[in-house]
C-alpha cells in the first residue's frame, strides 16, 4: 500500500521539523513547506517546497495531493516578539491560515490540524503567579492578551465552522511553551528555556558572574519537552477528537526557578539581575483533563531531563560561536 501522504507546514521550524522527523520514522511520504530549510540539520522531509503561505497560489501548491495536513506555520517567537510586532503577527498569521485552510478544502484534504496556544486564554485568568490551571473552556469569555492569541482563536473558530460547512475533519491544539533542542537560541524569537539557556552558557564560558532576567523572574509558566508534544500532536490527529485540547506540562514553575535549574545544570552559581522586559501574563498553567481524558496523553521527559538536553545542545553551539570570536547575544 502507497504510504500516506501528509504535509507539514512550518516544517522549517522547531516543532514542524521534530514532527517531520517523527512522521517519516512512521512511515509517511511527507511534504515540508516554510520560508526557509530548518537551521540545524536537514530535513528528513520527502519533500520540501520553500513558499510563502500568505499567498494564496503558495498554498494551493503546498496541499496538491495531500490527504493530511498539520499547520504550524506562523509568525511567532517569544515574548519579547509576539508583544510588540501586533500589526505584523495579526496580517501575516490570518492571511496564512485562511488561505491554507482554503486550500485544504479545495485539494480534498480530509484532515488539518491547526496549532493554537495557550495565548488563547484571557488575561484576566492570569493575573497570579498561582491562577488556577485553564481549563478549555476558560477561553470564553474572549480577552487575549496579544494580537497573536486573537488570531488564533479566530482561526479555531475558523476550523470549526469547516468541520461544520464542508466536513473537512479539523483537530485543534493549544500548545503551552514546547521547548528542546534545534528551536530557536537566539536573535529575539526564542523563548524562556532557550534564552535563558544561552544566558547561562554565555556567563559561564565567558567566566561572567551574573545574568540578566526580565521583570521579578517570579512570573509562573509550564514547559513541555517537543517529544511529548509531536506524541500529542499525532495522537490528536489520529483521533476522532477535535479539540479544542490543551497540550502541556502541568508542573507550575517561576521563571527564576527555572532559570536555578538551568544552573544546576550547567554547574554554575550566577546572580539573577532583574531587568525590565516583556512579561506576558502572570501566571498560567494547563489543566490537563480532558487530554488525559481524550487521547491518554501524559508528558513523559521531566522537565529537568528536557532542560538538560536543551541546555547541552545550546552550551555546544555558544562554544562554538565563541571559538569563532562572532558575536552572541548575552
Ligand atoms: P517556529 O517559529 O519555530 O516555526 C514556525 C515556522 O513557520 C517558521 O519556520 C517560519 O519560517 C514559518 N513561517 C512563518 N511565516 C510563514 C509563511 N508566510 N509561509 C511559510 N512558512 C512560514 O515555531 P514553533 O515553535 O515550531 O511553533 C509551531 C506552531 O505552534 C506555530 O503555529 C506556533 O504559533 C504554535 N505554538 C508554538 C508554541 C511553542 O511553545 N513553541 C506555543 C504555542 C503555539
Same mark, same amino acid.
Request: hydrophobic letters at 40%; glycine letters at 10%; one cysteine or more.
Given at each position: 500500500m502507497a504510504a500516506k501522504k501528509v504535509?507539514?507546514?512550518?516544517?522549517?521550524?522547531?516543532?514542524?521539523?521534530?514532527?517531520?522527523?517523527?512522521l517519516k520514522k512512521e512511515g509517511y511520504w511527507v511534504r515540508g513547506v516554510?520560508?526557509?530549510?530548518?537551521?540545524?540539520?536537514?530535513?528528513?522531509? #520527502?519533500?520540501?517546497?520553500?513558499?510563502d503561505l500568505r499567498r494564496?497560489?503558495?498554498?494551493?501548491?503546498?496541499? $496538491?495531493?495531500?490527504?493530511?495536513?498539520y499547520g504550524l506555520a506562523a509568525d511567532m517567537g517569544g515574548m519579547g516578539f509576539i508583544s510588540k510586532f501586533h500589526a505584523q503577527i495579526l496580517h501575516n498569521n490570518i492571511l496564512i491560515n485562511t488561505h491554507?485552510?482554503?486550500?485544504?478544502?479545495?485539494n480534498g484534504i480530509r484532515r488539518y490540524l491547526f496549532s493554537s496556544s495557550a495565548c488563547i486564554y484571557p488575561e484576566f485568568?492570569?493575573?497570579?503567579?498561582?491562577?488556577?490551571?485553564?481549563?478549555?473552556? #476558560?477561553?470564553?469569555?474572549?480577552?487575549?492578551?496579544?494580537a497573536y492569541g486573537w488570531e488564533k482563536l479566530v482561526t479555531e473558530r475558523l476550523c470549526m465552522h469547516y468541520r461544520e460547512q464542508f466536513g473537512i475533519e479539523t483537530h485543534v491544539v493549544r500548545f503551552h511553551n514546547m521547548f528542546g533542542p534545534l528551536g530557536k537560541w537566539e536573535g529575539g524569537r526564542e523563548k524562556a528555556p532557550a534564552a535563558l539557556s544561552r544566558?547561562?552558557?554565555?556567563?559561564?564560558?565567558?567566566?561572567?558572574?551574573?545574568?540578566?532576567?526580565?521583570?521579578?523572574?517570579?512570573?509562573?509558566?509550564?514547559?513541555?519537552?517537543?517529544?511529548d508534544c509531536v506524541e500529542g500532536v499525532r495522537r490528536l490527529m489520529d483521533?476522532?477528537?477535535?479539540?479544542?485540547?490543551?497540550?502541556?506540562?502541568?508542573?507550575?514553575?517561576?521563571?527564576?526557578?527555572? @532559570?536555578?535549574?538551568?544552573?544546576?545544570?550547567?554547574?554554575?552559581?550566577?546572580e539573577k539581575k532583574h531587568v525590565p522586559g516583556a512579561l506576558g501574563v502572570r501566571g $498560567?498553567?494547563?489543566?490537563? @483533563?480532558?487530554?488525559?481524558?481524550?487521547?491518554?496523553?501524559?508528558?513523559?521527559?521531566?522537565?529537568e531531563e528536557g532542560l538538560a538536553r536543551t541546555y547541552t545542545w545550546i552550551e555546544g553551539l555558544v562554544k562554538a560561536r565563541l571559538a569563532e570570536g562572532k558575536p552572541i547575544d548575552s
Amino acid at each position: 500500500m502507497a504510504a500516506k501522504k501528509v504535509l507539514v507546514t512550518g516544517a522549517g521550524g522547531f516543532i514542524g521539523h521534530h514532527l517531520v522527523k517523527r512522521l517519516k520514522k512512521e512511515g509517511y511520504w511527507v511534504r515540508g513547506v516554510d520560508l526557509k530549510y530548518p537551521e540545524y540539520e536537514p530535513s528528513a522531509a #520527502d519533500e520540501f517546497e520553500i513558499l510563502d503561505l500568505r499567498r494564496w497560489d503558495n498554498c494551493l501548491q503546498a496541499t $496538491r495531493g495531500i490527504e493530511e495536513m498539520y499547520g504550524l506555520a506562523a509568525d511567532m517567537g517569544g515574548m519579547g516578539f509576539i508583544s510588540k510586532f501586533h500589526a505584523q503577527i495579526l496580517h501575516n498569521n490570518i492571511l496564512i491560515n485562511t488561505h491554507s485552510l482554503e486550500a485544504a478544502r479545495i485539494n480534498g484534504i480530509r484532515r488539518y490540524l491547526f496549532s493554537s496556544s495557550a495565548c488563547i486564554y484571557p488575561e484576566f485568568k492570569q493575573t497570579d503567579v498561582h491562577s488556577p490551571a485553564l481549563k478549555e473552556e #476558560d477561553a470564553y469569555p474572549a480577552q487575549p492578551q496579544d494580537a497573536y492569541g486573537w488570531e488564533k482563536l479566530v482561526t479555531e473558530r475558523l476550523c470549526m465552522h469547516y468541520r461544520e460547512q464542508f466536513g473537512i475533519e479539523t483537530h485543534v491544539v493549544r500548545f503551552h511553551n514546547m521547548f528542546g533542542p534545534l528551536g530557536k537560541w537566539e536573535g529575539g524569537r526564542e523563548k524562556a528555556p532557550a534564552a535563558l539557556s544561552r544566558k547561562v552558557a554565555v556567563a559561564k564560558l565567558k567566566g561572567e558572574k551574573s545574568i540578566e532576567i526580565w521583570g521579578d523572574g517570579e512570573q509562573t509558566r509550564t514547559f513541555c519537552y517537543v517529544d511529548d508534544c509531536v506524541e500529542g500532536v499525532r495522537r490528536l490527529m489520529d483521533s476522532d477528537f477535535h479539540g479544542p485540547v490543551n497540550l502541556g506540562q502541568d508542573r507550575l514553575v517561576s521563571i527564576n526557578e527555572l @532559570t536555578d535549574m538551568i544552573m544546576k545544570i550547567a554547574g554554575v552559581k550566577l546572580e539573577k539581575k532583574h531587568v525590565p522586559g516583556a512579561l506576558g501574563v502572570r501566571g $498560567r498553567n494547563s489543566d490537563n @483533563t480532558l487530554v488525559r481524558k481524550m487521547l491518554g496523553w501524559e508528558p513523559k521527559v521531566t522537565l529537568e531531563e528536557g532542560l538538560a538536553r536543551t541546555y547541552t545542545w545550546i552550551e555546544g553551539l555558544v562554544k562554538a560561536r565563541l571559538a569563532e570570536g562572532k558575536p552572541i547575544d548575552s
